[in-house]
């Protein structure tokens, strides 16, 4: 092997080794592993399983809140969401029918929603303004229909 | 080249040049709608044709490609294939070709508007997923015949080492035959019998497993044949010498074991996933990055050494020596410069972490128009530009070069515009594979429109890029002047050392990919068997 080329590749491993450590450390130490659930339940009885039976905003804390989304072609239920400034939210999302996803444009809560699973993940907003929350994997005719609306008031 | 193996070839082309003409036509239309310019017929559904834009193009103009590429360059290297094994690449061939007027008639009739990646339970009419199963399995028996002219070469010059470039084709093919194991898993024991009817439900996780073990390691099978024109083809056309015949095997094997034990970075968004094995396969991603220093370091050393022996000085002086009107290197060279941003931008896909901010936005149909779009579409051209009048027997004339290097500039323009808005719309949320909205007039969504108008630009330059690349390619064909149009095979710089005996022991390598698979997938994929939730039944939403 060229002497450049060790270096070279040298170089590239050492830069790869750290940017692993980094996303690992991101993803054991920090807490910031992408949004992997393991619950699962029966895509055709939602509606009768906790906690999808009560789908809507519940305060769990102080500035604390759960959000139980039923997402089903091509609508989310609930639709509109008000919560105050500052609120740290755990969303908790299922789907009833296809492969769905959870977006909320602009922010890094993203997320697939699997028929039989249930997945969730947590953001703080700090922000006020008008979220919008969108579905991003295809669902059918009326995909480009499929959102909500997040306020931060 | 022998006729009869040439119009093997020529058979192939010619489909997928069909395809690409009618694939970027549906693209072009695609950027008019969302750009608001047009609006569809009511005969024709957006998602219609975005179904029929990814078949098109990302199976069937890249596989027919692929392998009219792939025969040719074994027939120039390891000699005519015998008639049993051309018998069977045509039997391959005209499977390929029902399977696809199959699965293209079933697009057409509103009956499979699943799009490309068919994602249960969204249920198509069984002849769809049929005419899938039908192209996979012609492109076995195209593999087949040229495995075996391989290994016929072999052993009538034992001890001696492959033609480099017959190696790297049998390597993409031993890829291919791996990845495609889980496609035909999910597609024979999933989705047949469940859209027939057979069973009543689908294992959405299984079945996505299934997909995304196959999907990435399909990026790779496009990627290869461009890798054996950059470098086996490209160092002879612009007069310079292969930089490592060992090298180059062992980047192609690399690219074995690293692209398939790797899917989960597709799903790690997903429940149902741990996230301790998501972040095992993102490590195995990143792998892949060392085979592709591997290339880009003897690319530029090839580069280098030719434009010094010209008399090019200095640190970069070199680099103006090298052939740039010469459209058989411009445009492979133009691929592989869109390739360094591209490369940049699947680090970020494959980041846990970064993941989370573009996932399933339209930044990621950015980076693979600028992966297969450009990197991929750009060196298939410039190969096309000399391999079609070999086989022809005509020769591209320097009016014709002309007129392909304008082609790539095209080309290589389009695709920055439409690609760099998709990148920056993406960032801000706009979501990939939907039809042209407002969110019911909400003010996040009105941000994106000059981004929408700009990648309907860079569709309008693609698509004039692309009538002129048809208009090459019938005249290349059937007008061009007769004559010998050269299939260039580089040589290797130096002495010509014997590689490692290793490097040809294909029971290693398999058994060492498989051994990773085992790895990567074996606890994930029984958890996801085991403790499955009930399945889905089948939904048409369309």
Redo the contacts between chains.
């Keep these: 092997m060229h002497k450049l080329e060790k270096v070279w590749l040298m170089i590239g491993v050492m830069t790869l080794i750290a940017f692993l450590s980094t996303v690992g450390y991101q993803a054991f130490a920090s807490g910031h592993a992408p949004p992997s659930d393991l619950t699962k339940l029966d895509p055709e009885k939602v509606e009768e399983t906790p906690p999808f039976d009560e789908p809507g905003l519940h305060q769990i804390g102080d500035n604390e809140y759960e959000l139980i989304m039923v997402l089903q072609s091509f609508g989310f239920t609930p639709n509109k969401v008000e919560i105050p400034q500052g609120a740290t939210v755990k969303f908790i999302v299922t789907s009833v029918d296809v492969v769905h996803g959870f977006e909320i444009a602009g922010t890094r809560v993203n997320m697939m929603v699997t028929p039989g699973h249930v997945n969730s993940m947590t953001y703080k907003f700090n922000e006020k303004g008008e979220y919008l929350i969108l579905c991003n994997e295809y669902c059918g005719i009326g995909h480009h229909m499929m959102s909500a609306e997040l306020e931060v008031k | 080249m022998n006729r009869l193996d040439s119009k093997l070839s020529m058979a192939h082309f010619y489909i997928a040049f069909g395809a690409i003409a009618i694939g970027g036509l549906f693209g072009l239309l695609q950027t008019l709608v969302r750009s608001e310019m047009i609006t569809l017929p009511p005969s024709l559904?957006y998602?219609q044709i975005l179904t029929a834009h990814g078949v098109l193009m990302a199976i069937v103009f890249t596989t027919f490609f692929i392998f009219g590429f792939l025969y040719a360059s074994v027939v120039r290297t390891t000699g005519a294939l015998s008639e049993g094994r051309r018998r069977s690449a045509w039997i391959g061939y005209w499977m390929m070709v029902v399977g696809m007027i199959l699965g293209v008639i079933m697009i057409m009739l509103g009956e499979a508007?699943v799009?490309y990646t068919f994602?249960?339970?969204?249920e198509a009419h069984p002849l769809f997923y049929v005419a899938l199963a039908m192209i996979i399995v012609g492109t076995y028996f195209g593999s087949f015949s040229i495995i075996r002219q391989y290994n016929h070469w072999k052993k009538e010059h034992t001890g001696e080492t492959s033609p480099l470039i017959a190696f790297m084709a049998v390597a993409t093919l031993v890829l291919w035959l791996i990845a495609t194991i889980g496609v035909v898993l999910t597609v024979v024991f999933q989705f047949i019998p469940w859209s027939i009817g057979w069973v009543d439900e689908i294992n959405?996780?299984l079945s996505?497993t299934l997909f995304w073990y196959f999907g990435h390691p399909l990026v790779y099978f496009w990627l290869l044949p461009a890798y054996m024109a950059w470098y086996v083809i490209v160092p002879k056309i612009i007069g310079g010498k292969i930089?490592?015949d060992s090298?180059a095997r062992l980047a192609f094997l690399l690219f074995i074991l690293f692209s398939i034990p790797v899917g989960f970075h597709h799903?790690?968004?997903?429940?149902?996933?741990?996230?301790e094995w998501?972040?095992i396969q993102?490590?195995l991603t990143?792998?892949v990055?060392?085979p592709s220093?591997?290339t880009a370091?003897?690319l530029f050393?090839t580069f280098e050494m030719r434009g010094r022996s010209l008399g090019g000085k200095g640190l970069f002086g070199w680099f103006k020596k090298l052939p740039w009107k010469d459209v058989r290197f411009f445009a492979p060279f133009m691929g592989m410069t869109i390739f360094i941003p591209a490369g940049a931008g699947g680090?970020i896909n494959a980041?846990?972490?970064m993941?989370?901010?573009v996932?399933?936005?339209i930044w990621v149909t950015g980076h693979f128009h600028l992966t297969i779009g450009a990197t991929v579409a750009l060196t298939f051209f410039g190969i096309s530009y000399w391999l079609i009048p070999h086989l022809k027997g005509r020769i591209l004339t320097k009016q014709l070069n002309g007129i392909a290097i304008y082609q790539t500039i095209l080309w290589t323009v389009g695709m920055l515009i439409m690609s760099g808005a998709m990148h920056f719309s993406g960032l801000?949320?706009?979501?990939?594979?939907?039809?042209?909205?407002t969110?019911?007039d909400?003010?996040?969504?009105s941000g994106w429109g000059a981004y929408e108008t700009g990648m309907a630009i860079g569709g309008s330059l693609l698509f004039i890029s692309l009538i002129l690349y048809l208009i090459l390619m019938v005249n290349l064909s059937f007008f061009a002047p007769k004559g010998q149009e050269a299939f260039p095979i580089g040589e290797e710089a130096g002495e010509s050392l014997n590689p490692p005996r290793i490097l040809e022991n294909w029971k290693v390598w398999i058994g060492v990919a498989f051994a990773l698979i085992l790895f990567a997938y074996t606890i994930p994929i029984i958890d996801i068997i085991q403790?499955?939730?009930?399945?889905?039944k089948g939904?048409k939403?369309?």
Excluded at chain 2, 267 to 275: R, Y
Excluded at chain 2, 531 to 536: F, Q, T
């Design positions: 559904n998602y508007t799009l994602y249960a339970p969204l959405i996780a996505r930089f490592s090298l799903q790690l968004l997903e429940p149902g996933i741990s996230h998501k972040f993102v490590v990143f792998a990055i060392i220093l591997m370091f003897a050393a680090i980041s846990n972490q993941n989370q901010v996932h399933n936005t801000l949320g706009n979501p990939r594979r939907t039809q042209v909205t969110y019911f909400h003010s996040v969504a403790n499955a939730p009930p399945g889905s939904f939403f369309w």
